[in-house]
Each structure stands twice: as C-alpha cells, then as structure tokens.
C-alpha cells in the first residue's frame, strides 16, 4: 500500500497539470502554445538545467557515468526501433524518430524530481540533454534528411548544459541575487512544460488506434530493456537506475508531431502515436515507478 501511495504522489501531480492544459483546450480558451513552448524551451528550460547542474550534489563521476549511459542507451534504442520499421516495413521518415526519443522534458523531468527530488533531477536534465542534442542533429537528418550541427550549437539547453556543466566541475557558483532569479524563471519550466503537453494531446486527433497501440508497446517495451540493461551494464547507483529507465522509456514526444508537419512526413501517424502512446504511459509509467521505487 505504501508503494501505490508513493507512486499515486508521484503520478497524480503530473497528470493532473496536464489535464489542466486538455481541460483548458476542450473549454475552448486560447493557448498560444508556440509562445509558451518557446518561453519554456529558451527561456526555463535552459534555466532549470543550469542551475540544476551548478547546484547538484551529485558525484560529477556519477553525472559523468549517466551521461555515457545514455548515449549508449539511445543509441541501443535507435539500432533497435529500426529493426522493428524495417521488419514492420514502416515508413522511417514517419516512425523512426518517434520511436526513437521519448518525452523526457515534459514528463520524464517532473516525474524524476517527483519522485526522487533535486539528485533525481539532476540525473534526470543530463538524460534529456542528451537526447536533445541527439534530437536535434540525428532526429532531424532523419525526418528531414538533413541535421544542421549549427542548430545544436544555437540552441539555449545545449548551452545551458555545458555551462551548467562547467560550473559543476570548477565548483563555481553564480552570485546569490542571480542564482535566485535564474531558479525562479527555472521553475516555470515543469508546469509550463506539463500544461503545454495536455493542450498539444487536447489539438491531436488521432487517425487510427491500432498500428499506434502496437509500436506503442513495442517502443515501451525495448526501451525499458535497453535502459535496464545498459543501466545495469554501467553500474549505475540506484537512483541513476532508476532515473535512466524512466526517462528512456517515456512516451512518443510532442516534438516528433510538429517535425513531422515542418518536414513533410506523416504528421496524422505520428499525431496517433503521441496520443496512444502517452495515454498507455498512465498505466505503464506507474508500474515503472512501482519497481524503480
């Protein structure tokens, strides 16, 4: 009883902010879902990880370590989630990208600080650098054909990451009255990010049920294998275990449908996986919990 109560303390606070953002959608309010998106991806994103990394107590050895892990994860993840397009006979434009990278802004970072507080986070923003920069060159060489190395260089999180990294490493810290207001525009991120989620899932409409419900398993299931076994394969501490798993394994990301729409894939298949696939995670996401916890 006490497990399902840790992970119902965990879950309802995500799910419920967005169900907010659904709920706001189906009243039929405005959401300028670009401003806010870009607000929080230039503005708070970059913020919460730098002062994430610059704040963290964590072993740099150990942050070291997990970011290794997931290069090695994702990359485990990629070589996998072709196997099943090419024997499936997917379309990779469409589908290898969403299986590929999973939502681990807008859920995997509030779920891990849910549940595992500021080292949970810490581990948990080196797992989503990670794939945001693998999303940004591979990812869009995918969908489009034609990654841009500069674009990863332009964007703020990547920035962010390797300041907040060296910050990390020297032991440098920001004065107080900065390092207050960069956690103060940091904290808009989580909401923002879960609220955006709900109105972008309220936007989609889903073309077809079944396709997506099976590679939604299939990509749940390789992800969680991967992550444990490439976790388990670097000696990762228990709460890096736990963060990797979590964050790897998280549903289709929001990301993949507006690629898709920019770069002229199949943005209704990929609207129905983000759908299906983030609705399974309210079942599977907490049996995740339950295990790592």
């Known amino acids: 009883m006490n497990v399902v109560l840790t992970v119902a303390e965990v879950t309802a606070p995500v799910f419920l902010l967005a169900g907010i953002g659904f709920a706001w959608v ?3 309010f405005d959401y300028e879902i670009e401003f806010v998106t870009r607000m929080s991806m230039t503005l708070g994103v970059p913020c919460l990880i730098f002062t994430s990394l610059m704040q963290t107590r964590i072993d740099p050895a150990a942050l070291t370590a997990v970011s290794l892990a997931a290069v090695a994860a ?39 600080l849910f549940a595992f507080g500021e080292e949970g986070l810490g581990y948990a923003v080196v797992v989503f650098a990670v794939m945001a920069v693998y999303s940004f060159t591979v990812g869009v060489w995918i969908v489009s054909g034609g990654g841009s190395l500069l674009r990863v260089v332009r964007e703020p999180m990547v920035g962010a990451t390797l300041l907040g990294a060296l910050f990390l490493w020297q ?9 207050n207001a960069l956690s ?15 109105v972008a899932i309220a936007r989609l409409t889903p073309q077809s049920f079944a396709r997506p419900a099976l590679l939604s398993v299939l990509k749940a299931a390789a992800c969680v294998a991967v992550a444990v ?29 507006l690629l898709a729409t920019k770069y002229g894939a199949d943005a209704d298949a990929v609207a129905s996986l983000v759908v299906v696939s983030t609705l399974g995670s309210v079942v599977y996401l907490p049996l995740i919990l339950a295990w790592v916890i």
């Open 26 to 28: 189906r009243l039929g």
């Open 74 to 112: 994702y990359a485990a993840v990629t070589a996998v989630m072709l196997g099943i397009a090419l024997v499936l006979r997917l379309d990779l434009r469409t589908y290898l990208a969403p299986l590929v990278f999973g939502n681990t802004g807008n859920l995997g970072l509030p779920l891990a």
């Open 171 to 179: 032991g440098w810290e920001t004065p107080t009255f900065l390092t």
């Open 184 to 198: 103060l525009v940091g904290q808009l991120a989580i909401p923002l990010m879960l609220i955006t989620l709900g």
């Open 229 to 257: 076994l490439i976790g388990r394969a670097f000696g990762l501490g228990d709460v890096a275990f736990a963060v990797l798993v979590l964050q790897v394994a998280t549903p289709v990301a929001v990301t993949s449908y």
